[in-house]
Structures are given as C-alpha cells and as structure tokens.
C-alpha cells in the first residue's frame, strides 16, 4: 500500500509561508511550468495531469497569484466595482448583473463601498488602480480633480453608472436625473396636484432630480416646491420622521389647510415608504390628502397598501451593458458608442 507524497510544509526564514506554484507542482509530480500550464490554459496538458495538479491544489489550498501571473499579459480577470453603500437595495440589480455577466466571460467581480464623502471614493479609487484591475465601473459622474487624474493616467478602462453626461471619463451606461425630475413633477401636476414638496437624500444624485422636480413646477406656474433633506442612505425611518417638517401645520389645520402640501417626491422608496406609513398613522388618507411617489421601484413599493407610485430603473440593464463595455475593451475591441442611455419609466400606483 502506498501512501499519498505529504503536503510540502518546510519554508525558508525569508518566505511568506503562503503555498506556491512550485509546491503544487511538486506535490502533482510535474514541473512548474507544466503545472502552470493546467492551471491557465488546460487544453494543453494532458487529462491526466490537469487531474493531477487539480489534486495537489485541493490539498494545498493555492491560489494562483493573478497580479504577478497578469504582469507579462496585462490581465487581472478582475473588475472592480465601486459604490456609495451595499446597506440599500437600489444598486443590488446592478451588481448581480455585472457579477453574472462578467462570470460568463471569465471575469471575477471586486465590490467596495465608498459612501458618499468623496475623500473615501479618492482613498479606495487609489487603492484599485495600484492593482490594475482589467476594469472599473463608478456610480455617478462627479469624482475630484485627484480621482479623475489618476483613472485616466491609469490607461485603465472606466464605466460610469446610474447618471449621464455627454463627457464621460471614458464610457458612460445610465440615465438622467433632470429628466426623471422634471417627469414626476409633470405628471403630478397633471393629476392635479398644486402644492408639490420634496424629501430627498443630500446625495448629488439626489439632489439633481430635486433640484429639477423644483425648476419644472417653476415653469408650470405652481408655487415653490416645499424640500427637506435627510442624510444619505436614506431610511424608511427618516421617512417617517419628515412628515412633520412637509406638514408643520397638521396637527392644529389638518390636510385641509391652504397650504397644505399635496403630493411629496421622494428621492427612494424608502422614504416614500416611511412618509407613507407616517401619513396613515396621522390619519391622513394617501392619496386622497397626500400623494406620494418614490424612486427605484423596489418590491416594497408594489407590496405597500397602498401600493407606492416609483419611478423604475433598469438596474440590472446597467450592469450588463457596463460588463459588455468592458469585456470589449479587454478584448482589444473598440467601441462604438461610449455613452448608453438606458432611460427610466414612471410606474403609476395607488399612492398618486
């Protein structure tokens, strides 16, 4: 009976202790160069041996070393994706679908957080790039003067998301918030409503779609737009709690009142959830007293009673054009068109 080699274990004082390449090979009974061979192009070693360092490397535990082995071809097979918070829902479409979408061609997903201070995205941007990951997708356009000057010295392929710009920093897949502000306050304007406020996150992004929700009732002739802004993310918490600021005169006038907003924009459902069930508890009727409509169209906002009017982002749209934007560009393929507006629709419920 014969026993299977050991695991090699012995280290010089100067290694890291970490498995290598050549312990792999070692243990598979290859060289390193054949063993390497299994691992990044299989086709070419024989079923035999690819089962063998396969073997060596479950029982070791290695992970091929992407940085060093990508310095001679350029390649990481590594996109890295940064956004404001993983805590909310509205971006999850986008990353399942850059995750799935990357994965079919042979590329792994990085994802990090830089809320929404932007000497975080600088500190993380920086960190990426030292990595030369194949690719970067962004949320938003608006990077400091630092960031921007190290993605394009950095040679490296950028998708920005979930916003629009003729002048991306290379190649853009998104939407426009001006346009979804100015279409909400139509729309409740044409159902009526004369006495618009909003309740939004002190995001940009947010505050782009306020800010045009506010200019569009301007133009059609209604009186200012009534804003209170909560920190971001925002919470269905902080929803609740800002009733009371759109309505200061509830509890002595009720929803009556002359100057009693009508109908509220919030800048996520979250928050139209929370202004939602605050209204119900106040004893206000939504939407007879109060219209509310949110953003990001969300399974909460359809599940509600009453159902929430949102505005639908194809998020998962985003991520797949973003993923094919880079796929191409590491491929050595040129594209096209660089910028993709994937629009949004206004999706009409009971709360409008």
């Known amino acids: 009976m014969t026993s299977e ?23 598979a009974g290859v060289a390193p160069i054949t063993a390497s061979r299994a691992l990044n192009t299989p086709a070419q ?3 035999e041996v690819l089962k063998k360092v396969q073997e060596a490397v479950a029982r070791t535990g290695y992970v091929p070393n992407r940085l060093a082995g990508g310095l001679a071809s350029t390649r990481s097979r ?23 979408t990357l994965d079919a061609a ?47 010295a950095s040679g490296i392929p950028v998708v920005e998301t979930w916003d629009l710009t003729p002048t991306p920093l290379d190649m853009l897949v ?10 909400v306050a139509r729309y409740l304007h044409g159902r009526g409503r004369r006495r618009l406020a909003t309740l939004s996150g ?25 804003a209170h802004v909560v920190p971001a993310p925002t919470t269905l918490q902080a929803g609740r709690g800002a009733l009371a600021a759109l309505m200061p005169g509830l509890a002595g006038q009720g ?11 919030c800048s996520s459902d979250l928050l139209a959830l929370g ?24 399974e909460m906002a359809a599940q509600a009673a009453p159902a929430i009017s949102s505005v639908n982002i194809n998020g998962a749209g985003i991520g797949e054009q973003a993923a094919r934007f880079l796929i191409a560009r590491a491929e050595g393929q040129a594209v096209a068109e660089r910028v993709v507006d994937i629009g949004f629709e206004l999706i009409e419920r009971q709360s409008s």
């Open 5 to 27: 080699p050991p695991v090699p274990a012995k280290r010089s004082r100067r290694s890291s202790g970490a498995v290598t390449l050549h312990d792999v090979a070692r243990l």
């Open 45 to 47: 070693v024989s079923p």
């Open 78 to 100: 590594l996109v890295a994706l940064v956004v404001p918070t993983v805590s909310g829902p509205v971006f999850l479409d986008t990353i399942q679908a850059l995750t799935e």
């Open 106 to 152: 042979g590329y792994q997903l990085m994802v990090g957080q830089a809320g929404y201070e932007g000497r975080r995205e600088d500190a993380l941007l920086e960190a990426i790039i030292g990595r030369r990951p194949d690719g970067i997708v962004l949320t938003g356009i608006l990077h400091s003067d630092a960031s921007r000057r190290r993605l394009l």
């Open 174 to 183: 998104g939407f426009s918030h001006q346009a979804v502000g100015e279409a």
């Open 202 to 226: 002190d995001d940009p992004r947010a505050q782009q779609r306020a800010a045009a929700f506010a200019r569009a009732a301007q133009a059609l002739g209604l009186p200012p737009v009534r």
């Open 255 to 265: 929803a009556g009142a002359a100057d009693a907003v009508d109908a509220v924009f």
């Open 275 to 298: 202004l939602l069930t605050e209204a119900r508890v106040q004893g206000l009727d939504v939407p007879a007293d109060l219209a509310v409509v949110g953003f990001g169209n969300l």
